[in-house]
């Protein structure tokens, strides 16, 4: 039997699950009617479906129990006793039945007993244990019906891989350290592309051009690039690290570009400003704190919402809210100058006085020197990356994007219509707890710290 490695995204279900016997035959059966009875709920609510149609059927275990769920794809409304299913987005190897619904349990066998064992996959273990997709060369019982058939496998391990690059160092303009992000000197990227899956990135947009962007990619012979460079200016500065890609993503633990190219900053007596989402930074606590002895240096966590429940949803890949603090608190205690970046904040969901206040009563408990909000409490979309935003929204909150057509149009400035309000509260907390706010501030606090004196905290 013909099988394939593929790899699926994220799917979202509704539908409704029956519990399974331990009998084959019998599980048939039972399937085949619960297949009958889910049709007729659907034509009975007039539930519509997506053109061309699509049906799934899953096998599920959970704890020791047996289940097979009949769904079809999320749509805004749906019965009350559906339920939503995710099926996970990952690896899975995919094979097609030929023939009618009585021969597929012969199929299955041969997959789990046969195929699959001699493959050079191995079956993940997960709730779902298989899935059937049910389309539009599905005819019930015909000889010539086919129904698609994936079981979730490990990942295969690619190798990783490394695009070429030319330059790694690019200047920013030295009119104003205001009228700079942070006040920096320089920027580079070490990887492209971002794997921590944030909903809202605007890296995705089209005009960065950058092809398959949830793939991390290193750049090649990035030190040595870097080394030539940093040998050749003349003036020292601070380098900003991770502006379009988390420098700190995972591929980071053995790749160690960023680890080698803090080595480099090091030795040629640069400063470096890194932003961040992962809890990885704090693995060169030392030679960071080194760095910062020898000149300003700053750190910038990005936390956008006090729950780590909506921090795993918006920002699924990435250490949750709570790890980040901790981070925050970690940087902190090794004297470095460290801050929140809370942004984006996205309307109708996380614009409310409570995520605010929480945010940052935390980062006072974390002794923040900052937390920085670009532009009014809001979020910034364009071209496809509103589509991938939009395209969440319709899973997660269903009707909102409606209520974002209505509100934003197609401006790229989408700020909550309660910024004013939660700006104003802001400022009255961060002036309560002393954190600076103001970008102005924040450079002029860590550049002129005496490097030395980044190391004394008082707690
Ligand atoms: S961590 Fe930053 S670059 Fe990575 S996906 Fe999230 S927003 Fe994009």
């Not at 900053?265 to 693995?283: C, F, P």
């Not at 981070?327 to 409570?354: C, H, S, Y």
């Given at each position: 039997?013909?099988?394939?490695?593929v790899h699926q995204d994220?799917?979202?279900?509704?539908?409704?699950?029956?519990?399974?016997?331990?009998?084959?035959?019998?599980?048939?059966?039972?399937?085949?009617?619960?297949?009958?009875?889910?049709?007729?709920?659907?034509?009975?609510?007039?539930?519509?479906?997506?053109?061309?149609?699509?049906?799934?059927?899953?096998?599920?275990?959970?704890?020791?129990?047996?289940?097979?769920?009949?769904?079809?794809?999320?749509?805004?409304?749906?019965?009350?006793?559906?339920?939503?299913?995710?099926?996970?987005r990952?690896?899975?190897?995919?094979?097609?039945?030929?023939?009618?619904?009585?021969?597929?349990?012969?199929?299955?066998?041969?997959?789990?007993?046969?195929?699959?064992?001699?493959?050079?996959?191995?079956?993940?273990?997960?709730?779902?244990?298989?899935?059937?997709?049910?389309?539009?060369?599905?005819?019930?019982?015909?000889?010539?019906?086919?129904?698609?058939?994936?079981?979730?496998?490990?990942?295969?391990?690619t190798p990783f891989a490394y695009l070429p690059a030319k330059?790694?160092?690019?200047?920013?303009?030295?009119?104003?350290?205001?009228?700079?992000?942070?006040?920096?000197?320089?920027?580079?990227n070490l990887y492209k592309g971002c794997c921590h899956g944030c909903v809202?990135c605007d890296s995705r947009s089209k005009c960065y051009q950058v092809a398959d962007f949830d793939i991390v990619k290193g750049k090649q012979?990035a030190?040595?690039?870097?080394?030539?460079?940093?040998?050749?200016?003349?003036?020292?500065?601070?380098?900003?690290?991770?502006a379009m890609s988390d420098?700190?993503n995972?591929f980071?633990?053995?790749q160690?570009?960023?680890?080698?190219?803090?080595?480099?900053?090091?030795?040629?007596?640069?400063?470096?400003?890194?932003?961040?989402?992962?809890?990885?930074?704090?693995?060169?606590?030392?030679?960071?704190?080194?760095?910062?002895?020898?000149?300003?240096?700053?750190?910038?966590?990005?936390?956008?919402?006090?729950?780590?429940?909506?921090?795993?949803?918006?920002?699924?890949f990435?250490?949750?809210?709570?790890?980040?603090?901790?981070?925050?608190?970690?940087?902190?205690?090794?004297?470095?100058?460290?801050?929140?970046?809370?942004?984006?904040?996205?309307?109708?969901?996380?614009?409310?006085?409570?995520?605010?206040?929480?945010?940052?009563?935390?980062?006072?408990?974390?002794?923040?020197?900052?937390?920085?909000?670009?532009?009014?409490?809001?979020?910034?979309?364009r071209d496809n990356q509103r589509d991938y935003y939009?395209h969440?929204?319709?899973?997660?909150?269903?009707?909102?994007?409606?209520?974002?057509?209505?509100?934003?149009?197609?401006?790229?400035?989408?700020?909550?219509?309660?910024?004013?309000?939660?700006?104003?509260?802001?400022?009255?907390?961060?002036?309560?707890?002393?954190?600076?706010?103001?970008?102005?501030?924040?450079?002029?606090?860590?550049?002129?710290?005496?490097?030395?004196?980044?190391?004394?905290?008082?707690?």
């Amino acid at each position: 039997m013909k099988s394939e490695y593929v790899h699926q995204d994220d799917i979202f279900l509704v539908g409704k699950r029956i519990l399974l016997t331990t009998s084959l035959q019998e599980n048939h059966l039972l399937i085949k009617n619960f297949w009958k009875q889910f049709n007729a709920k659907l034509k009975s609510v007039h539930m519509p479906l997506t053109q061309p149609w699509i049906k799934y059927g899953i096998m599920l275990r959970e704890d020791t129990k047996l289940y097979y769920f009949c769904g079809v794809p999320s749509l805004n409304c749906y019965p009350l006793d559906f339920e939503l299913f995710h099926i996970p987005r990952g690896a899975f190897l995919h094979f097609t039945h030929h023939g009618g619904m009585d021969q597929l349990p012969e199929t299955i066998t041969t997959i789990w007993k046969q195929e699959l064992p001699a493959s050079p996959y191995q079956a993940l273990s997960s709730t779902i244990c298989y899935y059937e997709v049910y389309e539009e060369g599905f005819m019930f019982q015909s000889s010539t019906s086919t129904i698609q058939l994936y079981i979730p496998i490990q990942e295969e391990v690619t190798p990783f891989a490394y695009l070429p690059a030319k330059t790694l160092l690019a200047s920013q303009p030295r009119n104003s350290n205001a009228n700079t992000w942070f006040g920096m000197d320089f920027n580079m990227n070490l990887y492209k592309g971002c794997c921590h899956g944030c909903v809202y990135c605007d890296s995705r947009s089209k005009c960065y051009q950058v092809a398959d962007f949830d793939i991390v990619k290193g750049k090649q012979n990035a030190l040595a690039i870097l080394e030539m460079e940093l040998r050749k200016k003349r003036k020292k500065g601070t380098i900003g690290i991770g502006a379009m890609s988390d420098t700190y993503n995972p591929f980071e633990k053995t790749q160690c570009l960023t680890k080698g190219a803090l080595a480099l900053i090091e030795r040629y007596g640069y400063g470096v400003g890194i932003d961040t989402k992962s809890t990885l930074i704090l693995r060169d606590i030392d030679i960071l704190k080194r760095i910062a002895k020898q000149y300003p240096s700053i750190f910038k966590i990005t936390i956008t919402c006090a729950q780590d429940s909506l921090s795993k949803q918006i920002e699924p890949f990435a250490p949750v809210s709570s790890k980040r603090f901790e981070t925050v608190k970690a940087l902190r205690e090794a004297g470095l100058f460290t801050g929140i970046l809370l942004m984006p904040i996205l309307p109708f969901i996380n614009d409310t006085e409570e995520n605010i206040l929480t945010i940052v009563q935390k980062s006072h408990e974390a002794h923040a020197n900052f937390i920085f909000v670009y532009g009014g409490f809001g979020l910034s979309l364009r071209d496809n990356q509103r589509d991938y935003y939009y395209h969440w929204l319709d899973q997660h909150y269903p009707g909102l994007r409606f209520t974002y057509e209505e509100h934003y149009h197609k401006c790229y400035s989408c700020n909550s219509p309660h910024s004013r309000h939660l700006y104003k509260l802001f400022v009255k907390e961060c002036r309560k707890y002393g954190i600076l706010y103001r970008m102005s501030d924040i450079i002029r606090a860590y550049k002129s710290a005496i490097p030395n004196e980044q190391l004394q905290l008082t707690l």
